[in-house]
């Protein structure tokens, strides 16, 4: 076998450079068929989590956009936010605003539709499918166009009305009710929970309501004492997903409104402003400002569920 | 016991069974009537598209007078490109992420399920960290990425990410699945000498069936109605998925063509009907044993 050429390193190098080599066979020997299945998915979590993460972290104190080197420029994006963004504070009410109100209504309805199937009823597959159906169709642009139809002046929930006389406005282009139709679609999509809902009522023994009605409870009774409490680690769950998801949403907003988050900003949902700062007027660094935002509000919220966790979600152990 | 006091019990019973069956009346009453509210403008739109022009709005009924696919002739025509070049593009982009995603998510999931390494616990408590992360976090440098690579209008940057198992999720889903296989199966194998690739290969993927089939369709429909990745990556209007096509049609008919939007539209909800017919069980179960977010 041909040896090397010269070996440019210092023979002592050279030996712990060797050694270096053995240690290296000797963990790619043990380890070596695990980091070949996870190769993909840990070169992806470099180029396109991590690294892109930290880079958005350093952007977020420049002033790129997207054409010339970015510059340093402190912490300057995040007081013009904080202090000088009237559009900032918009977004930031219409989401509060939109999550508060969404989730627990969307919550309200899973479980109790939720808990209407669980009484044994007769159709259950069938009832189950026609409330998920919406759930699953729901974030295409198709619905956000329909519902956009719908709440037209001259749109479904008008004529209804004027079935009864009364004249509606313009649901999407009136500032008060227009995030209100948001909120609408996205109860609409209750599917999804419910389904989650009706699985964590099946883990729930029957032997306990046999008990309670023996011992008289009511049936209004046993659902307050028994089917919400060992229901609340499901309902923690939901709460959570959802309240993610919600700050998240975006495509009903950007199609309702034309991408404008109009009128008056009244369904500027706080990703649709992100939108427009990098990809509208290509402020990407203070995007990314807003985004590193949107993390710590989403990982606040998260960590206070948790935290809150501990006097209202019962874990039996 | 007398007589009367059995009759009294009798009767009670019966009074019970009967207000239980009126209580089921009236529960299936209210579930009709809400199902009938939640598929109502489905059926509306479904209707609005058959309609002629003149009878879409001020009505509440969705019963068409007479049925015409007019809208969907003149939708699928009203922009410079057809929607079969949506349609295509849609399709291709879905195909790829599917396949991109069953590979890949499952390669990482068999080795967090069942290979031993070092760093393992490390890595599966970063994977399901990167769970939590918006994506708009990391939007921006990827942007700047597939745009160095000159990858932007090209349907990579909507389908490579897949193929390095960037819906972590689904990795997620396939290792709680690997999980309850029984290990004896790959022991044994292993004992005769089986590579992990060939254990892979020929165990776990035959024996895990409905995990893959959970993740393709779920990866299917993101994909199908992801209007986000699209808006950013894609500018020619030769490149437009369904999503993008759609909202190109708000905008330049608005006003105009309300039954080739909800023809286009109905049209576009095909595929995730489609699924949601045959695949109803899979989907739910998915759902139920996971708690995905839709």
Not at chain 2, 246 to 272: C, E, I, K, N
Request: aromatic letters at 16%; one cysteine or more.
């Amino acid at each position: 076998m041909e040896r090397p050429q010269a070996m440019p390193a210092p023979a002592a190098a050279g030996a712990a450079g060797a050694e270096r080599a053995g240690r290296f066979a000797r963990f790619w020997s043990a380890n070596g068929a695990g980091y070949m299945f996870l190769a993909p998915w840990l070169i992806g979590f470099m180029v396109l989590t991590a690294g892109p993460a930290l880079i958005s972290l350093y952007l977020s104190l420049t002033d790129f956009d997207l054409l010339r080197p970015p510059n340093w420029v402190g912490t300057a994006n995040y007081e013009r936010i904080f202090t000088a963004d009237a559009k900032f504070m918009a977004s930031m009410r219409v989401t509060l605003f939109f999550v508060i109100f969404s989730v627990p209504l969307k919550l309200a309805f899973a479980l109790a539709v939720a808990v209407a199937l669980n009484r044994g009823i007769r159709g259950l597959p069938l009832y189950r499918a026609i409330f998920y159906l919406p759930s699953l169709l729901g974030t295409s642009v198709a619905i956000a166009v329909l519902w956009r139809q719908l709440f037209a002046r001259d749109g479904l929930v008008n004529s209804f009305l004027a079935t009864f006389g009364i004249e509606g406005p313009s649901w999407i282009s009136h500032p008060d009710y227009a995030l209100w139709t948001l909120i609408i679609l996205s109860v609409w999509q209750f599917g999804s929970p419910m389904i989650i809902f009706l699985a964590g009522l099946r883990q729930i023994p029957t032997d306990m309501y046999e008990a309670a009605s023996l011992d008289g409870a009511s049936k209004s009774r046993q659902f307050w004492k028994i089917t919400l409490p060992l229901l609340t680690p499901v309902i923690f769950f939901n709460a959570v997903v959802q309240t993610i998801e919600s700050f998240k949403a975006f495509t009903p907003a950007f199609i309702i409104s034309g991408g404008t988050g109009g009128p008056v900003n009244s369904t500027l949902f706080y990703t649709l402003y992100l939108y427009q700062e990098a990809f509208g007027f290509l402020r990407m660094g203070y995007a990314s400002a807003l985004a590193w935002i949107l993390v710590v509000i989403i990982a606040a919220f998260t960590a206070l569920s948790f935290l809150s966790s501990r006097y209202w979600v019962h874990y039996d152990d | 016991m007398t007589d009367a006091t059995l009759s009294v019990a009798a009767a009670d019973l019966e009074a019970a069974a009967r207000r239980r069956r009126i209580l089921n009346l009236v529960v299936h009453g209210l579930l009709i009537a809400a199902s009938v509210l939640m598929l109502y403008p489905l059926l509306w739109m479904l209707s609005a598209s058959l309609r002629p022009e003149a009878e879409i709005f001020g009505s509440t009924s969705i019963w068409p007078s007479e049925i015409s696919f007019e809208a969907y002739r003149r939708g699928w025509f009203g922009l410079q490109e057809s929607f079969g070049v949506f349609f295509r593009n849609s399709f291709v982009i879905a195909v790829l992420s599917v396949i991109g995603n069953v590979m890949a998510c499952s390669l990482a999931a068999y080795a967090f399920a069942r290979l031993k390494f070092r760093g393992r616990n490390f890595w599966f408590a970063i994977m399901l960290g990167t769970l939590m992360i918006p994506y708009h976090v990391t939007l921006i440098p990827q942007y700047v990425l597939f745009l160095n690579l000159g990858w932007v209008d090209t349907f990579l940057p909507l389908v490579v990410p897949k193929f390095l198992a960037h819906d972590a999720f689904f990795i997620f889903l396939m290792v709680q699945f690997f999980r309850g296989i029984p290990r004896e199966l790959d022991e044994a194998a292993m004992m005769d000498g089986c590579s992990p690739w060939r254990i892979y290969w020929k165990i776990m993927l035959p024996l895990s069936m409905p995990v893959l089939a959970t993740a393709a369709i779920f990866s299917f429909l993101w994909t199908w109605d992801d209007f986000f990745g699209p808006l950013i990556y894609l500018n020619d209007m030769r490149n437009f998925t369904v999503q993008l096509g759609l909202r190109s049609f708000v905008d330049s008919s608005s006003q105009s063509d309300w039954g080739g939007l909800f023809a286009m539209s109905t049209l576009t909800l095909v595929p995730v009907f489609f699924f949601f017919l045959f695949f109803q069980r899979l989907l739910i179960e998915g759902i139920a044993t996971t708690g995905m977010k839709r």
